[in-house]
């Protein structure tokens, strides 16, 4: 496995080493020793959750005030464009954004440290999106900022209006939203 840094120190991209041959492939997606040797991290993942989503999907921006979960995410099926928003006030990088592309052929993975608002697209026709958790899902603790704040002025690659749920469509703006300190 290989780490890739971003331009959040935080956000890691996560790029395994893959075996193939004609039958198919291998990969390693978690190994607690490994992901602690290469990342110093030592996290306990609680949680893991699958996701199915149709082309034009965008889900976010999301995160809990208690309970904040960091997130390791990845896509077994399709392509889509994950993003990763610093909303720790304290942070060097507070309200600066990070965006890459996930998919069932680059194998890669995204580490979404917890104080981070997360939201993706999905680009192909459908998208499956795995996400392990280190804290269990609190629905009476999640927040969620606009996906189009002007303030965070995320690129995402929209080619039409976004398919958004009503939750999603009722996100606050960066500057009105619950923030960590």
């Excluded at 921006?61 to 995410?73: A, D, I, R, S, T």
């Excluded at 680009?123 to 999640?142: G, I, R």
């Amino acid at each position: 496995m290989q780490i890739i840094p971003t331009t959040i120190p935080d956000v890691l991209i996560l790029e395994p080493k893959v075996f193939g041959d004609d039958r198919g492939f291998f990969f390693e997606s978690y190994n607690e020793r490994t992901w602690r040797d290469l990342t110093g991290l030592n996290v306990r993942f609680v949680q893991h959750n699958h996701s199915r989503s149709a082309g034009g999907v965008l889900r976010g921006l999301h995160y809990q005030m208690q309970q904040p979960q960091g997130k390791l995410v990845r896509v077994t099926t399709g392509e889509v464009f994950d993003v990763a928003v610093d909303i720790r006030r304290s942070s060097p990088s507070f309200g600066q954004w990070f965006g890459a592309v996930l998919s069932a052929e680059n194998k890669r993975q995204m580490w979404v440290p917890p104080g981070f608002a997360h939201g993706f697209y999905v680009t192909s026709d459908v998208a499956e999106f795995l996400y392990l958790t280190t804290d269990y899902y609190a629905p009476e603790h999640e927040r969620c900022i606009a996906w189009n704040d002007p303030d965070l002025a995320i690129r995402w690659p929209l080619d039409a209006e976004p398919n958004v749920s009503a939750k999603d469509r009722e996100g606050r703006s960066f500057k009105d939203a619950d923030l960590f300190p």
